[in-house]
């Protein structure tokens, strides 16, 4: 079954230059195994096609069941250079969060997001 | 020496909310208030300020705050740590030490101050020296800008500020300081903490990270059930409660809205990451990867495990030069067919813009309402919307073509689709761009300087 990741997960996002950071962390800790299997940095710079120009990283914090993903060149140059609404990538937090997933029943099942 | 201390923070930036720094003066008790006036391209706004006026380039709300709080600060000996000098930390000191004498204080209290972070006067010799200021994010040599360069500041650390706190500062000011190093420092002068002590420098720096954007960890900006967070109107700011052993708790003031919890100070921990393993600063660098957050009862949590290593051989500067104009002009479309119409009136002026032969470095279309900030993810926008404003913003070295781009926006009100309004504002204003060059310097070529003053 497809879930959002507004279903699993909180964020919050910031700029350094031309890059937009964004923390996801896991509204229960049983469900940060799943992102780190499902929300790849691959599949998050497909998910950003036509915003995130530049190469996409990732960083594992298991010990605050958070992702950390820098999407390069991705504000329209950064800072005062850029001409963008959200110049210092504030919404790409929510952006993420609209990202489906794939899980199996059955690990849907234990993780109770079958209802 | 105190075995816990309570560390304030009052201001996330420069703007923040005026009152928030007397909250936290008089919402309880309290042994340090920080104030982190500086953004990045603030100094190149103050370093103008200061050429126009030898008395000026500081942050001058700090003055009128310190006139309503010192006196009690001074009588509860609650500290002030603030990066409010910007280019002219004497000038601040100065204007805070006359407030202080005018209010009757003299005698009472001293003034740190700390410069040595200004090397705007040194850029040619350091490039004479091959010391090439690098971009950090591009690569290129700081050469490439020289003509152009406003300000260009080191960040100092927290050593200079526990040295003017271990002087007997009541109040410091600091030009370009690293918003961590105002947290950290009051840790370092009330423990006693080693210059290599690095796991207690992380925890110290990470409880900086936490409380520099003041309310983003206390409840602001916060997506964590937010519809349920209380009273965001009578936001608490944030107050580490720092402890020898290098454990600390964050909350606020009783009787304060907002929430700090465990998910609140998640996010406000990935704010502005890079790599975790490795955040760092003039102290140390601090492992993000070893904290451990647990509930510690209502709006406190306790924050332990820290680990941190040596600190590195360089320092960042913060350089900022002028680099062209810039200008965005919008009009709002009303229903129906709102982003029709707004994509249709942008064809008009961007047909008319090249008729003009107008050269731009970038020029960019957005539809606020339809998919301004999440772009394609949003979707093919409804044609029910009730309205969208069409934004297009230009950029170029030359302010002439940006000039002229400000006189086709209003136009399009009677010449192009209907159902727009939203000009109220005139035409829009072209703007100096001001960019951020960040870049590393040997620590060897900076040397902090602290002087204390009585009132």
Same mark, same amino acid.
């Given at each position: 079954m497809k879930i959002q990741l507004t279903k699993l997960a909180h964020a919050r996002s910031g700029d350094k230059g031309d890059t937009a950071n964004i923390g996801l962390i896991a509204l229960r800790d049983d469900f940060y195994p799943l992102l780190v299997r499902k929300v790849t940095a691959a599949r998050v710079k497909e998910h950003f096609k036509g915003i995130c120009k530049g190469e996409v990283e990732r960083f594992e914090l298991p010990n605050l069941s958070a992702l950390n993903f820098l999407l390069h060149e991705s504000l329209g140059g950064g800072g005062t250079l850029s001409l963008m609404t959200d110049a210092q990538g504030k919404t790409f937090s929510t952006a993420l969060l609209r990202m489906e997933i794939e899980v199996d029943e059955e690990e849907a099942k234990r993780l109770r997001l079958d209802h | 020496m105190k075995d816990s201390i309570r560390i304030a923070a009052g201001q996330g930036f420069w703007g923040d909310l005026p009152d928030a720094p007397v909250r936290q003066v008089e919402g309880g008790p309290i042994d340090y208030l920080m104030l982190d006036y500086l953004a990045e391209v603030t100094m190149s706004i103050m370093q103008k300020q200061k050429a126009r006026d030898r008395a000026a380039g500081y942050a001058r709300d700090f003055v009128p705050l310190m006139k309503q709080i010192l006196p009690a600060c001074v009588?509860?000996?609650?500290?002030?740590?603030?990066?409010?000098?910007?280019?002219n930390v004497d000038g601040c000191a100065g204007a805070v030490r006359e407030t202080a004498r005018n209010l009757g204080?003299?005698? =009472?209290? =001293?003034?740190?101050?700390?410069?040595g972070d200004d090397i705007l006067n040194r850029i040619d010799d350091l490039l004479g020296r091959e010391i090439e200021l690098r971009n950090m994010d591009t690569d290129e040599p700081l050469v490439t800008v020289r003509n152009r360069i406003q300000s260009a500041n080191a960040y100092l650390g927290a050593q200079p500020i526990v040295e003017a706190l271990d002087g007997g500062s009541q109040i410091v000011i600091t030009g370009r300081a690293t918003d961590t190093g105002l947290t950290l420092a009051p840790m370092i002068h009330e423990f006693g903490w080693a210059a290599?002590?690095?796991? =207690?420098?992380?925890?110290?720096?990470?409880?900086?990270?936490?409380?520099?954007?003041?309310?983003?960890?206390?409840?602001?900006?916060?997506?964590?059930?937010? =519809?349920?967070?209380p009273?965001?109107?009578?936001?608490?700011? $944030?107050?580490?409660?720092?402890?020898?052993?290098?454990?600390?708790?964050?909350?606020?003031?009783?009787?304060?809205?907002?929430?700090?919890?465990? $998910?609140s100070i998640k996010e406000q921990l990935v704010y502005e990451m890079g790599d975790p393993r490795q955040y760092i600063t003039p102290d140390c660098i601090a492992d993000f990867t070893t904290i451990q957050l647990a509930d510690d009862g209502a709006d406190r949590v306790r924050v332990f495990g820290i680990k941190g290593r040596a600190a590195t051989d360089s320092l960042k500067v913060s350089i900022s030069y002028s680099a062209g104009y810039k200008a965005?002009?919008?009009?709002?479309?009303?229903? $129906?067919?709102?982003?029709?119409k707004a994509k249709a009136a942008d064809g008009i002026l961007r047909a008319r813009l090249d008729r003009l032969s107008l050269q731009f470095d970038q020029i960019m279309t957005e539809y606020v309402g339809a998919n301004a900030t999440h772009g394609p993810l949003a979707g093919e926008p409804s044609s029910d919307l009730a309205e969208v404003q069409l934004r297009v913003g230009v950029r170029g070295s030359d302010r002439t073509p940006i000039e002229r781009f400000t006189k086709e926006i209003a136009p399009l009100i009677?010449?192009?689709p209907p159902a727009v309004t939203g000009f109220a504002g005139g035409r829009p204003k072209v703007e100096e761009i001001v960019a951020y060059w960040p870049a590393l310097i040997p620590k060897s070529e900076i040397t902090p300087h602290v002087e204390i003053m009585e009132v």
């Open positions: - | 009588e509860r000996d609650i500290k002030v740590i603030a990066n409010a000098g910007g280019v204080l003299q005698g =009472k209290l =001293k003034i740190g101050i700390v410069t290599d002590d690095w796991d =207690k420098l992380a925890a110290g720096t990470i409880a900086g990270h936490i409380i520099e954007c003041g309310a983003q960890c206390s409840g602001g900006n916060c997506q964590y059930e937010w =519809k349920t967070i009273d965001l109107a009578n936001v608490g700011f $944030p107050i580490a409660e720092a402890s020898s052993d290098g454990i600390f708790v964050i909350t606020k003031h009783e009787a304060t809205g907002g929430r700090v919890n465990v $998910p965005v002009g919008t009009l709002v479309y009303a229903w $129906p067919d709102a982003y029709e009677l010449t192009g």
